[in-house]
Nanobody, 125 residues
Framework: QVQLVESGGGSVQAGGSLRLSCVAS???????MGWFRQAPGKEREGVAT???????SYADSVKGRFTISQDNAKNTLYLQMNSLKPEDTAMYYC????????????????????WGQGTQVTVSA
């Protein structure tokens, strides 16, 4: 059974940076994978995804500030977050679709069947 474990969350001031990591164990990261977030009282939303061919997708709200990447040798997915804003405050989750080679709607939460436990990101003004 593959598990996803996130780390790297924390508290920063607006304008700061954080890098989130997600380790897939015991398997690899050769899936369509992504980062999602959920703020209190809001629905979970897609932030950034990376397909098996390496193509990436981003929510409009994070384009130009966040970068998703993966290191298959380390079975690790990353999310580099720069120029953080208070509205980025949320629980961030790593997810993977382990069933298919291609995900049609990459930023939709219901496309993914495997989720991590989340890591909290708090951005203060």
């Amino acid at each position: 059974q593959v598990q996803l474990v996130e780390s790297g969350g924390g508290s920063v001031q607006a304008g700061g940076s954080l890098r989130l990591s997600c380790v897939a164990s015991p398997s690899d990261t050769n899936y369509c994978m992504g980062w999602f977030r959920q703020a209190p009282g809001k629905e979970r939303e897609g932030v950034a995804t990376i397909a098996r061919d390496g193509s990436t997708s981003y929510a409009d709200s994070v384009k130009g500030r966040f970068t998703i990447s993966q290191d298959n040798a380390k079975n690790t997915l990353y999310l580099q977050m720069n120029s953080l804003k208070p509205e980025d405050t949320a629980m961030y989750y790593c997810a993977a679709d382990t069933r298919r080679g291609w995900v049609p709607n990459v930023l939709a939460t219901n496309e993914y069947n495997l989720w991590g436990q989340g890591t909290q990101v708090t951005v203060s003004a």
